[in-house]
């Protein structure tokens, strides 16, 4: 209640200096969700993870830049943008602050503004990342900027979808439900050697070798890159086009985007197949 109260009393002020309601609340949303109790169990879980794994080899390298965010820290961010969407219904606000400058609808631009602040976080430490492996000489073939954005974009994909089922799903336990049902179709798509695993929720670039260590170098797998990206970017503007079904005044320009989105993940994501 007191972040709430908060944000609108500064939103309110920014207000008056003709700064766009979305973007005032979206400055004090961001920070405040990339530093979110969730996010921040993430990043010691990935330290626990890599100092129980330790694996240094080029495949880990490769992995860690390409596929990780999104495998381990995106998930994370789906529940901390879900908490902070849902956080004025929870606490029976929402009468109260659609009486405020911050509309529904400016409270969804915000809130999906803010998924910028863990995937600026999660940009830097894979910028971070590429320069230590470089300059460590880890890589075989060091990735693509395309192979790093479609671990990158998953992040924002997964915070806008958080905001878009607390705004359709406001009941608890639905984000939880609705991770669950990510994880299944994802484990159905990369199951066997089938191309479709370009489809899940991540891919990983580098290939798995068929004998030895697992964590050897064994190539990469094939795919266009480009058309994977737009893929990305067409199921991140689904989802944000989504959230914002339920209050618009006119919906059928919003369904008609949201299908035209639609529209373009189905084609970027059968273009993206080998």
């Known amino acids: 209640m007191t972040d709430v109260l908060g ?60 596929d990780v965010p999104t495998m381990l820290y995106g998930s994370f961010v789906l529940f901390a943008a879900n908490l902070l969407a849902s956080r004025e219904r929870r606490g029976a606000n929402e009468e109260w602050l659609d009486s405020m ?100 929720t991540y891919v990983e670039w580098a290939a798995w070798p068929e004998t030895g260590n697992p964590g050897a170098w064994a190539g990469l797998i094939p795919g266009s890159r480009g058309w994977h990206v737009t893929y990305l970017l067409a199921l991140c503007a689904m989802a944000a086009t989504g959230a914002h079904l339920g209050h618009a005044r006119s919906k059928l320009p919003v369904l008609a985007l949201g299908g035209a989105f639609t529209v373009l993940a189905v084609v970027a994501g059968w273009a993206q197949l080998p």
């Not at 169990?41 to 390409?66: C, K, S, W």
Request: hydrophobic share 55%; no cysteine.
């Open 101 to 200: 400058p911050a509309s529904a609808a400016a409270r969804t631009w915000a809130a999906q503004f803010a998924v910028l602040g863990p995937l600026v976080v999660a940009a830097g430490l894979v910028t971070v990342g590429y320069a230590v492996s470089l300059r460590a000489d880890l890589f075989v073939t060091p990735p693509t900027l395309l192979e790093m954005l479609s671990g990158l974009l998953p992040v924002l994909g997964a915070g806008l979808l958080g905001v878009m089922v607390a705004r359709w799903l406001p009941w608890p336990g639905m984000a939880a439900l609705v991770m669950t049902g990510l994880i299944a179709v994802h484990v159905w798509l990369i199951s066997g050697e089938s191309d479709r695993r370009l489809l899940g």
């Open 7 to 66: 944000s609108t009393a500064a939103v309110t002020d920014r207000s008056s200096r003709r700064v766009p309601v979305p973007v005032a609340l979206a400055r004090l949303e961001a920070p405040r969700l990339a530093r979110h109790p969730i996010l921040l169990v993430a990043f010691a879980y990935l330290g626990l993870l890599q100092m129980i794994e330790g694996d240094t080899g080029p495949r880990a390298a490769f992995t860690m830049l390409t």
